[in-house]
Structure formats: C-alpha cells, structure tokens
C-alpha cells in the first residue's frame, strides 16, 4: 500500500476525486435542466456519470498495475533458428518488349514515352518529335 501514497499517487488521487466530483456535478446539474424541459439535457444528464465511472475505472486499473508490481519478462524459447536479414540485390532490368504496330498513335506515344526515360532532366516541352 506505500505505492499509493507516494507525492505521484496523491496527486492522482486528487485529481481522480475532483474529477469524479466534478463529472457528477455537471451530471446532477444537467438533470435539473432536463428536468425543466430541455430535453437534449437528458443525454448530457446520462453522459457525465458515464465519464466519472470510466475515471473511477481507470483509477482502480492503475492502482492494481501499482499493486501488482513490475511484470516478470517471460523466459523466451528458442524453437526455431532465427533468420538473417539480409540486403536487397540488385538485378538489371530489361525492358519488355511490346508490339504497337499496329497502333501508330500507340508508338508515337511509346516514341514519346521512351525519349523521356532517356532523357530524365528533360522537360516534357523539349520532346523533339
């Protein structure tokens, strides 16, 4: 129990109080509202004893991680031998070969396509064809 009441601990039991307070307040607050006809207020007048529950939860979840202490790292078995990563190769390629014949609009524009591949710094304007 000296973990709880540590300067850390403390603050957060302040705050998860306030907060608690303050949610159901606001919650408390919003049904008097929705009691006097706005009927949007019902939502709010549900929601904000949700949000103090979730602040309670998350209170209680991180005083049993405390509690619970530092978790014992499993022992790792080695069933299997582990694999080299090892660096890309690199292999030329070549190009495919495509036949546009039979398009001469299709090889004009492969014409176009291939001069810019050959050309990288070129601009798209400076294609002499």
């Given amino acids: 129990m000296r973990r709880l009441w540590t300067p850390a601990w403390i603050a957060r039991h302040v705050i998860a ?8 307040a ?5 049904m008097s509202r929705a009691a006097d006809g706005n009927t949007l207020s019902w939502a709010y007048a549900f929601e904000w004893p949700l949000f103090a529950a979730f602040v309670v939860f998350m209170w209680v979840r991180e005083a049993r991680l405390t509690l619970r202490g530092p978790a014992q790292a499993a022992p790792i078995e080695k069933t299997q031998p582990t694999t080299a990563v090892r660096r890309p190769v690199r292999t030329a390629r070549r190009p495919i070969g495509y036949d546009d014949s039979g398009d001469p609009e299709l090889a004009a524009y492969n014409r176009y396509l291939a001069w810019l591949n050959e050309h990288p710094g070129a601009r798209p304007a400076d294609y002499p064809g």
């Fill in 26 to 30: 606001l919650g408390w607050w919003q």
């Fill in 17 to 24: 109080v306030g907060l608690v307070a303050g949610f159901l």
